[in-house]
């Protein structure tokens, strides 16, 4: 068996028999053990009581965090005219529209967030293989489909999260950085909580929201209680 290192084996002691903390606690704890060299970000796992295979049970929504995400976020716009000027002008990183197809084809993808106006959507329904999987095709459901671009890329741009169940229904997400305070990352970390418990589909049945756990991007994680971290069922 290999042997742990000096990081490994501190963090797996500080986490030892700790689960269903205070939030507070919880938060605190992390950050405490997010010793990397770099700013780690802090991420949030909720298991949910959800099959997403049903249609009555997909979960999905967008969540704008109170203190920010603290990352910089590339955000490409599909937009020609006017639309393509109010998008640069937000901030966009890459603005265009068969020319942007063709470069996302081409397997450039230099994006964290992709928007599109109405009329865009033939070209980038096109894409559908290529951003689908990776979550970034634009949806009217959480405002990225719009003729309204410079909100919707000054939202991208300033702490907006979006939300998807995965398969096994679970859901995860950034939620700060470990250098925000503590108070901080506890805001942002109910506000995306409540931002889920209100995305409740009709089909979900009994318990909804079954676990709650946070960690840091080389740290350990832990479990939340459920009510402390701001849920309901």
């Known amino acids: 068996m290999a042997k742990l290192g000096k990081r490994t084996r501190a963090v797996r002691e500080a986490f030892a028999g700790k689960e269903d903390l205070a939030i507070v606690e919880a938060v605190e704890l992390v950050k405490a053990n997010a010793t990397a060299k770099f700013d780690e970000t802090i991420e949030i796992a909720m298991n949910l009581g959800v099959d997403p295979r049903h249609a009555d049970q997909m979960v999905r929504g967008v969540v704008s965090l109170p203190n920010g995400t603290g990352k910089t976020v590339r955000v490409a716009v599909f937009a020609r005219g006017a639309k393509a000027d109010e ?62 671009v410079a909100q919707a890329v000054s939202d991208a741009k ?75 069922n």
């Open 87 to 148: 998008a640069k002008a937000a901030g966009a990183d890459i603005v265009g529209a068969e020319d942007l197809m063709e470069t996302i084809q081409g397997g450039k993808i230099e994006f964290d967030r992709c928007i599109a106006t109405p009329d865009m959507m033939p070209i980038v329904g096109r894409l559908g293989k290529v951003l689908g999987p990776r979550n970034l095709m634009p949806n009217p459901k959480v405002g990225t489909v719009t003729m309204d």
């Open 158 to 232: 300033g702490g907006q999260v979006q939300f998807k169940v995965e398969k096994a229904g679970v859901i995860h997400a950034g939620v700060g950085k470990a250098s925000f305070d503590a108070d901080k990352l506890v805001e942002n970390i109910r506000a995306f909580v409540d931002a889920v418990a209100k995305a409740k589909p009709a089909g979900a049945k009994g318990t909804y929201i079954k676990k709650v756990s946070i960690s840091s991007t080389m740290g350990g994680g832990v479990s939340v209680d459920v009510a402390s971290a701001g849920a309901a």
